[in-house]
């Protein structure tokens, strides 16, 4: 099933018309399908770059998902590039306790066009503490720079206010214990 990412109503995105993604869980892997649709040669893609764990990827254009353990406040916050590039984050809590998570780097595969832009990725999360046996609530969000520089943020639940991803309210999708 794929669900509708709702762009902030504050942050306009004249190059991109919607989001769709499509979200997994088997085995411990969770899987994340994008696709992005509009005018995408107005979108600042990054590509060919090396695979590696990288910070900062939020500030350009990034998928992200956010998952955590069903009733916790700790989770992990996930960044994907169309690059290829990713990073992985634990919290204790909302934006407390950052450190990177230890995940093995994903496979990441993207594809882009003039009116799309996908990007799959499936990353194992059953080796993080309090994952393997919980329920997730996941929140899934993206970042969309345009060539112009403006950025809009999408998510599938913003929260009252400037957009923030880290607010328990955009952990919007429940997703069974395997």
């Known amino acids: 099933m794929r669900h509708a990412l ?7 995105c004249a190059a991109v018309t ?14 994340l399908d994008y696709i992005a649709q509009g005018k995408i040669g107005d979108v600042w893609v990054p590509l060919g770059a ?6 900062a990827l939020w ?3 990034c998928l992200e ?5 069903a009733g916790g ?15 992985a984050y634990l919290f204790d809590d909302t934006r407390a306790g950052m450190r990177d998570a230890a995940v093995a780097a994903p496979p990441i595969t993207m594809g882009v066009t ?3 832009l996908w990007l799959r990725a499936q990353v ?4 993080l503490a309090g994952f393997a046996d919980a329920p997730w609530q996941v929140g899934v969000t993206a970042v969309i720079e345009e060539t112009n520089g403006r950025r809009s943020y999408w998510s599938l639940r913003h929260a009252a206010g400037r957009p923030d991803f880290h607010h328990s309210d955009g952990f919007a999708l429940e997703i069974p214990a395997a």
């Open 73 to 87: 406040a700790g989770y992990c916050e996930l960044n994907l590039a169309p690059s290829g590039q990713w990073a």
């Open 18 to 31: 919607g989001i769709t993604v499509a979200v997994s869980r088997e085995r411990g892997r969770l899987s």
């Open 65 to 69: 998902a956010f998952v955590r353990p």
């Open 6 to 12: 709702i762009r902030h109503p504050d942050f306009p």
């Open 59 to 61: 500030k350009h254009t």
């Open 50 to 55: 090396e695979p590696l764990r990288t910070n």
């Open 124 to 127: 194992m999360l059953d080796a």
């Open 114 to 116: 003039d009116a799309k």
